[in-house]
């Protein structure tokens, strides 16, 4: 899946085809009872699907981090991993090894957490990285930062009444992730 970041949907594709002599139906099984076929942070469409002979279907495996998942993820290991069950019926199931790299975010984090950061948040390594809980910096740079940009006069009169334009909130998130120029 390659990188997997806060916000941004990141996909591959899946060319299944129907060799066979008769209808085939598939579908993406979990790993364990009760559970969900996916993690959290990936989606899949279409989940199932009939496929008559010499028919094909592209499936879609879609990344898409959102502040629940995010918050968990920073939490974890860099290197996102999942085995993936494609069943068919009446035949057999395939595994599908599905690996990605989490890129962390400061967003959807806890203020203390940030406070504990040693530099940017993506230049974080491991957990193990972090200054220890009670050498914690004053402020998050991350808000620091944001309110110095503006405070320099970058800030309209509308800023907060509208939505903002998706480049400039996706520029200033990048920034704000690995300390480039706001």
């Known amino acids: 899946m390659g990188l997997v970041s806060y916000k941004r949907t990141t996909s591959q594709t899946l060319k299944l085809t129907n ?30 699907a009939i496929l008559l ?7 879609t495996l879609a990344s898409y981090v959102d502040r629940e998942t995010a918050y968990k ?4 290991q860099k290197e996102l991993r999942t085995t993936l069950i494609l069943h068919t019926i ?11 790299e989490y890129q962390r975010t400061c967003f959807a984090n806890k203020l203390l957490w940030l406070t504990r950061l040693p530099g940017p948040v ?15 910096i004053n402020a998050p740079r991350e808000i620091m930062r944001l309110i110095n940009w503006m405070m320099s006069g970058y ?28």
């Open 155 to 182: 800030v309209d009169d509308g800023m907060f009444a509208s939505p903002g334009d998706e480049e400039v909130i996706n520029a200033i998130r990048e920034s704000q992730l690995t300390s480039g120029y706001l």
């Open 122 to 136: 993506r230049s974080l390594d491991s957990l193990d990285d972090l200054r220890p809980q009670d050498q914690p």
């Open 19 to 48: 060799v066979g002599q008769g209808p085939c139906a598939y579908r993406f099984l979990p790993l364990a009872p009760d559970t969900a076929a996916h993690p959290k942070w990936m989606r899949i469409q279409p989940m199932q």
């Open 73 to 76: 993820l920073n939490l974890s």
């Open 53 to 59: 002979p010499g028919e094909s279907v592209q499936v």
């Open 90 to 100: 009446l035949g057999k199931d395939h595994f599908i090894s599905v690996v990605a």
